[in-house]
């Protein structure tokens, strides 16, 4: 007996069917969203750049590792200012890069630029108006940038001296150790330069800019105790082609008591190197150091002859007598001026004579401390992150500030996360505390034009004590027209070490006001995710704390839980749910006592399923990733087996642990992994599309998407096409999936090419993964600030959040609204039987249908063109398909041409 597919039981079921059509075209709605930033304050961990070089006509370019605003202008990375503070509007670099770790200029007045992208930190050079140079070879490192040093010749050195780039790209240049590495002109690298080795008991830094001097040597500053074998202390000198000098005696005859750090390195006009720092008195001491100074006292500044010897004559000053400020910094950076007095960055700024000793008349700017300082040519200095709401502090020669300069505070591009609402308005939240050039505080309400309702909720009805200023905060909303509007985060006060002031979850209705009937779960909340039923799913932690990352200070037990948990509307456990912990990632923690090592599970949302179940990703703390499906009672589905994927390495930090099994404030090491399925969609025959960074599923399964069956078998049918991202050295990756009713899938991510085709981050796709041409996006995704993505369909309105950007403009806005136009109807399809043959009749104005086949419904190896014949008969068109016997199925897709 034939059987026909169910949805001929059931003609109500045209959703089903795979549609694949022109729309009438995909435009931008008159929606605009409005700019949401963060201004750096007094509180926040930065007030402004941490580094700044001239521009050479009386400019200066400022930059820091998450910086792209100035005087309230989006400038991009990093940022070129007039002499009076002002942005110039000559210099735009456009979308390249958010995380600047590095920034020089060349003699011929282009920039070298070093910035964070994925898998890699990069060098390219960009033209004086900020385009970038296409002469120039972008080059990856495994680890972070911290200066780059152009040399007469147009080669460049790079000192890299960072954190490790978890995952690094494959042809990203390895540099395991603090090193420098030589470039040419054209970004080449240089295969006879001799990469330096420094190395340290503990962590090893270059921490002073490279200092090259008339003969082409460089003087390296830093953390370190060997030069390759050769013992130094923190200082070295090398010849041109690397190969450390042995002339220079330098630190090698310095006692291991010199300890500390080399922060500033510099040449007075005899040609004496100076160096500041945190130092100890050296072995053997000039004669006019007292005896009571000889062990104790740190010391500001060394001088050394050019053999490397000691200069005597240099006086010693302590640090005590750099400051009045107890226990006082040590000098982080060098400026020496034409008249060879020294001026040092520390708790502001100081200056010492030329021999050495402290000097009254310099006026004394006294700040947050400061780890750079450099010279206008007019001798102006310049002092970045110095008053906190003006970010960058300029003074005289002698000291006294320079108040024509204002600049009036810099800021950062943030991450939002945005919810629609009734009557068209959408909810807005982030770590932002300005819209536009108004104060905000994390949460904001649109009119369904995209500006600021008239009243808004505030999220100081959620944690008074953290506003007026939203600082560090991991801020996340989510909800539906029918389940109202979900905040769940972490905020902090006005001093973001400190524990939160609030960690939870607050239900808003739907005009922005607080539910008082919301019952707040016990647990820490990393996030909500509406079901399609009303009820949410909550995952997290059974202690306070993050279950992706570790906050400063973290108390909690080592064997705290990961959970999940479904919820009703009011934040009461859903009827029949039973709360336990993942098994797969059974502690949050896993401790090495031996090394101090912890690492990090986490569990994470993806997608919810027609009945009722979720899918999530699960990393153990062992690194290893996969994915489960949750009922909606919270048991495991058994039906479902997906893969696993091994860990992929995040990242490592250090923080400090306070636990009574190890002892107090014990320092050890993070080891954190990063998610590999990011996003994920179930289709209408229950498989599953997942999306993320991972490379490759086992047994050869596609790389960044793949469908996952209805049992957890990667469908071999699925035809991917293979990302590639358009950063250089990025790896690219599926942030965001939404599925309309006719089972075509909209693929937001950072790439710019499916294939063969050229595409913008944004693509659809059907569900056997072929590309939809006729879907042309009108916004472009891009790694600036972050690779961001989240999408969401409301009837013929695709929404699309994250760092999204118009075709014709060079910088993301957080929010945009694509008219997808008309979505065509499927045909009225009546099912028919002829000689043994099944078939389909349809009115001959609806278009062409194609019949795909496929032999097992629950266990799908992809869609198979249908052998049949097309007729036509009085306006009336039947397409005929031999049966293949009861396993035979078939799905039906319009196609009009």
Not at 179 to 186: E, I, Q, R
Not at 832 to 837: E, S
């Amino acid at each position: 007996m034939l059987q026909f597919p169910r949805w001929f039981r059931a003609l109500g079921v045209a959703l089903a069917f795979n549609a694949i059509s022109p729309v009438s075209g995909q435009s931008l709605t008159p929606f605009r969203a409005p700019d949401v930033w963060q201004r750096f304050t007094s509180r926040s961990f930065a007030q402004g750049p941490s580094r700044f070089v001239p521009d050479g006509s009386g400019g200066m370019m400022f930059w820091f590792q998450q910086l792209d605003r100035a005087n309230g202008q989006l400038t991009g990375a990093p940022i070129l200012l007039r002499g009076d503070g002002s942005v110039n509007p000559e210099f735009r670099p456009g979308a390249l890069a958010y995380s600047v770790g590095a920034v020089a200029r060349t003699q011929d007045g282009k920039w070298l630029v070093a910035y964070s992208a994925t898998g890699a930190e990069v060098v390219v050079r960009l033209n004086a108006d900020g385009s970038r140079d296409t002469g120039f070879e972008a080059k990856g490192f495994t680890q972070g940038i911290r200066f780059l040093t152009p040399l007469p010749n147009g080669d460049i050195l790079v000192a890299v001296s960072g954190n490790q780039i978890g995952n690094p790209h494959p042809s990203a240049i390895e540099t395991p150790t603090a090193t420098v590495v030589k470039l040419y002109a054209n970004g080449q690298v240089d295969p006879f330069f001799n990469r330096p080795v420094l190395l340290a008991n503990g962590l090893n830094f270059i921490f002073a800019p490279p200092l090259v001097d008339p003969q082409g040597r460089f003087y390296l500053g830093g953390t370190f105790i060997t030069a390759g074998a050769d013992p130094r202390y923190n200082l070295a000198r090398y010849l041109p082609n690397g190969v450390l000098d042995t002339s220079f005696a330098g630190s090698r005859s310095l006692s291991t008591t010199l300890g500390g750090v080399v922060r500033g390195i510099g040449f007075q006009s005899d040609g004496k190197l100076v160096v500041v720092g945190n130092m100890l008195m050296p072995a053997t001491l000039p004669p006019t150091v007292p005896s009571t100074q000889r062990t104790t006292n740190r010391f500001v500044a060394l001088r050394f002859d050019s053999d490397g010897r000691v200069d005597p004559s240099f006086q010693l000053t302590l640090r005590t007598q750099l400051s009045d400020i107890p226990a006082p910094d040590y000098p982080r950076m060098l400026l020496i001026q034409p008249d060879d007095r020294l001026v040092v960055a520390q708790d502001g700024l100081r200056r010492l004579n030329a021999n050495g000793t402290p000097d009254p008349t310099f006026y004394a700017v006294r700040s947050a401390p400061v780890f750079w300082v450099g010279a206008l040519a007019d001798g102006r200095i310049v002092m970045p992150g110095g008053l906190p709401e003006q970010g960058v502090t300029i003074v005289n020669s002698n000291g006294v500030p320079d108040r024509s300069f204002a600049v009036q505070g810099f800021g950062t591009s943030v991450d939002t996360s945005f919810a629609l609402l009734p009557g068209g308005r959408v909810a807005l939240a982030g770590n932002f505390n300005r819209v536009g050039a108004l104060p905000a505080d994390g949460l904001l309400l649109l009119e369904a034009d995209g500006t600021p309702a008239a009243q808004q909720p505030g999220l100081d009805a959620v944690a008074p004590d953290a506003f007026p200023e939203v600082l560090e905060n991991a801020l996340e909303i989510t909800g539906t027209p029918s389940t109202g509007l979900y905040f769940s985060g972490r905020l902090h006060g006005v001093d973001p070490l400190a524990p939160p002031v609030f960690d939870g979850v607050r239900r808003f209705t739907t005009n922005g006001l607080p539910d008082t009937t919301f019952t707040p779960p016990e647990h820490f909340v990393a996030q909500i995710y509406p079901a399609r039923d009303g009820s949410l799913w909550y995952a997290g932690t059974d202690a306070q704390g993050g279950v992706d990352s570790v906050p400063f200070g973290f108390n909690a037990p080592l064997d705290t839980q990961l959970w999940l948990t479904r919820r009703s509307r009011d934040g009461s456990i859903a009827p029949g749910f039973q709360i336990r912990g993942r098994e797969e990632a059974s502690s949050l923690f896993h401790l090495d006592r031996n090394a101090l090592r912890i690492q990090l599970g986490s569990v994470h949302i993806l997608a919810d399923g027609s009945d009722g179940s979720a899918y999530i990703e699960i990393v153990g703390i062992d690194g290893e990733t996969s994915l489960a499906k949750i009922r909606p009672d919270g048991s495991d589905d058994p039906d479902f087996q997906p893969p696993s994927i091994p860990a992929n390495m995040g990242g490592e930090f250090f923080d400090t642990l306070s636990d009574p099994t190890i002892g107090p404030s014990v320092t050890y090491n993070v080891v954190s992994y990063d998610s590999q399925f990011e996003t994920a969609v179930e289709l209408s025959d229950g498989s599953v599309l997942v999306g993320g960074s991972f490379s490759t599923l086992p047994g050869g399964g596609p790389s960044q998407l793949a469908l996952i069956s209805p049992n957890g078998q990667v469908n071999a049918g699925f035809q991917h096409q293979g990302f590639r991202n358009f950063q250089p050295f990025g790896i690219p990756s599926v942030l965001a999936l939404a599925r309309d009713a006719l089972d075509r899938i909209y693929v937001a991510g950072n790439f710019d090419r499916y294939g063969t085709n050229e595409v913008h981050g944004l693509i659809r796709i059907d569900r056997n993964g072929r590309l939809d041409r006729s879907f042309n996006s009108p916004i472009a995704l891009v790694d600036y600030p972050s690779p961001r993505a989240k999408l969401v369909l409301n009837g013929s309105q695709l929404w699309a959040g994250g760092s999204f950007r118009a075709l014709d403009e060079a910088f993301p806005r957080p929010l945009w609204k694509i008219d997808l136009g008309t979505l065509p109807a499927l045909p009225p399809l009546r099912p028919v039987t002829l000689g043994g043959q099944l078939g389909f009749e349809w009115p001959a104005t609806a278009g062409n249908v194609v019949v795909e086949r496929i032999d097992d419904l629950t266990s799908p190896t992809g869609w198979l063109p249908a052998n049949g014949t097309l007729t036509e008969i009085n306006g009336t068109r039947r397409f005929m398909v031999a049966a293949s016997g009861n396993a035979s199925y078939f799905r039906v897709r319009l196609v009009t041409e």
